[in-house]
């Protein structure tokens, strides 16, 4: 059964910084593209990043470009994103997602069950 | 990238059939067949249900199909029941490499 498993969340104050993780299972971790995708407080989705299997392509959504980071161990199964110089506009739930296949454009078809950012003084 | 355009709420019958449209630009909807549609009940991580514009994963029903023509992808959900009352994001590859959602549908069962 596959299982995504996000943590690391929390309240930080503008400028500040996070890492967040998401533990992966029930799967070849390292054969799947992973994306993360936000969801700010009674608002639609938003995709945020996406690594390849392997660690080596990387695309970021333009609103945090420069400032988030994302990466993955893949002999930790484990996903990242490393978020820099935070904004209220960033507080939302963020969700890793599992791409179709190896082409990460068809689509996301597993999810976590999320973790919440909340960006505040 | 701007949102693709999605009606904000449909309704319909049980039994009745709906459709949900997600406009885009030649840029993402109408250049690539990279399609999709999430259902996501309150409270709960979003469920894919069609990909690649019109491929259904294991298990969703057959009720749920996609489909596309030009800047413009549908999904249309027939013999509703209540258990399809959710929201609907539809999402599509760019020609920027990245993925663009739309500001989703309200979707409730009468």
């Not at chain 1, 390292?30 to 390849?52: I, N, T």
């Not at chain 2, 996501?40 to 249900?49: F, R, V």
């Amino acid at each position: 059964e596959v299982q995504l498993v996000e943590s690391g969340g929390g309240l930080v104050q503008p400028g500040g910084s996070l890492r967040l993780s998401c533990a992966a299972s029930g799967f070849t971790f390292s054969s799947f593209p992973m994306s993360w995708v936000r969801q700010a407080p009674g608002k639609g989705l938003e995709w945020v990043s996406v690594v390849s299997g392997n660690g080596g392509t990387t695309y970021y959504a333009d609103s945090v470009k420069g400032r988030f980071t994302i990466s993955r161990d893949n002999s930790k199964n484990t996903l990242y994103l490393q978020m820099n110089s935070l904004r209220a506009a960033d507080t939302a739930v963020y969700y890793c997602a599992k791409g179709v296949s190896s082409s990460w454009s068809k689509g996301f078809d597993y999810w976590g069950q999320g973790t919440l950012v909340s960006v505040s003084s | 990238q701007s949102a693709l355009t999605q009606p904000p709420s449909v309704s319909g019958s049980p039994g009745q059939s709906v459709t949900i449209s997600c406009t885009g630009t030649s840029s993402d909807v109408g250049s690539y067949n990279r399609v999709s549609w999430y259902q996501q009940p309150p409270g709960t991580a979003p469920k894919l249900m069609i990909f690649e514009v019109s491929n259904r994963p294991s298990g969703v029903p057959d009720r749920f199909s996609g489909s596309k023509s030009g800047n413009t992808a549908s999904l249309t959900i027939s013999g509703l029941q209540a258990e399809d009352e959710a929201d609907y994001y539809c999402s599509s590859y760019t020609s920027s490499s990245t993925v663009v959602f739309g500001g989703g549908t309200k979707l409730t069962v009468l």
